[in-house]
């Protein structure tokens, strides 16, 4: 038998790296004949850093850098065990965790930090190996600046029609005139760059970047209509250079999130936009772990119908071979046995013991995740 763990982790309760074990914990507790493999597994957002390390056996590289409001702090990173790829979690340096210890200023926060890890990644090499492609995971941020920080940090300068750079953050995308990226290192459009989202909302309109996620970082109406008004002429300055139609940025699916940081990086070094757990699978080699499985046991904290629009569990399930049974172990569960079995889930369990509250499931986390695996692999294995 072969019995594969893929977890996302349990947010504010347990690693998914940490919930990988706690599964396999469990399954050998009924299982101990079996084969069984941990995957620890991420969907793009945070925690993706630690799950691709996990898997990689690698320990994190820092780097020094500054928080969204320019402030100093220092970032972690990883690299591959070859060093041609690197992971770089975008919150590291301006999420919105960073940021909690002032009130949030929308409109000056910026993406600069981020440009700074990912200079420093293009510079620097492994044994002589140079990175080859770079995977950014762009959840939590707490900035609304197009990604204009990001290429900050990278050598480009936005001017403004008098041929000053613009005030950073969101705040100065609206009087952006022209953009002068001589200062670009070669290397910056030489590597591959992946951005893995989780949504698939437009840089603008009642839908963007600034309206859906802006009051999450603190902007207010007014506010919220000057990110809007700025991110759309940021799309219009660089349609202009790269002989793309502007409403072609401003409608593509993923490019409002985490405050349009998709916008600057596809138009000037080509990126693509990714669902992240695809980005995931493809560089853990998700559908090679999977090959020949029985029984494949996944979870997150909370089972709902976001969980089958590209998640973690949605990704495994949807690559686990059809003679495979597909167990989720949740926090909560809240999808019907129909829902979970027309997508592919066999079964779903909560590991919710009784009447408890969030705090008290997440202390014993780890426990209830492994003596849940075991009840559900007592019932598969009666089949």
Known sequence: ??????????????????????????????CDEAEILQLPFADGGEG??????????????????????????????????????????????????????????????????VGLIARHVLEGSVNGT??????????????????????????????????????????????????????????AGEVRWRIAVDVDNPLTGQRGAAAVFGPQKGAEAEEIKVLDEGLGRLAEVLAAKTGERADSYRSA??????GGIPLTLVSLLGAEVVPGSTMVAEAVGLEEVLAGADLVLTGEGRLDSQSLGG?????????????????????????SAAECRAHGITAAFSIAPGAADLAELQAEAAGLIEDTAAHACALWKLR
């Open 1 to 30: 038998m072969k019995i594969v763990c893929v977890p996302d982790s349990f947010k504010g309760s347990v690693t998914a790296a940490e919930a990988a074990a706690a599964l396999a914990a469990g399954a050998r507790q009924v």
């Open 130 to 187: 140079q990175v080859e492609e770079i995977l950014l995971c762009i959840g939590g941020s707490s900035t609304t600046d197009g990604g204009t920080g990001i290429l900050r940090g990278l050598g480009v300068e936005f001017l403004d029609d008098g041929g000053a750079p613009v005030q950073p953050g969101g705040e100065g995308l609206g009087r952006i005139a022209s953009i002068e990226d001589s200062g670009l290192p070669p290397r």
């Open 253 to 258: 699916e993923g490019f409002g999130a985490a």
């Open 48 to 113: 993706t850093l630690d799950a691709l390390l996990a898997v990689w056996g690698r320990a994190p590289e820092r780097v020094a850098t500054v928080d969204a409001l320019g402030r100093e702090t220092e970032a972690r990173y990883g690299l591959s065990p070859d060093g041609r790829t690197a992971i770089i979690e975008a919150a590291e340096a301006n999420g919105l965790p960073q940021v909690s210890d002032v009130p949030l200023q929308p409109l000056r926060a910026d993406t600069y930090g």
């Open 311 to 335: 998640k973690v569990v949605d990704a495994v399930a949807s690559r686990a071979p059809d003679s495979a049974a597909v167990v989720v172990i949740a926090g909560a569960v809240q999808l």
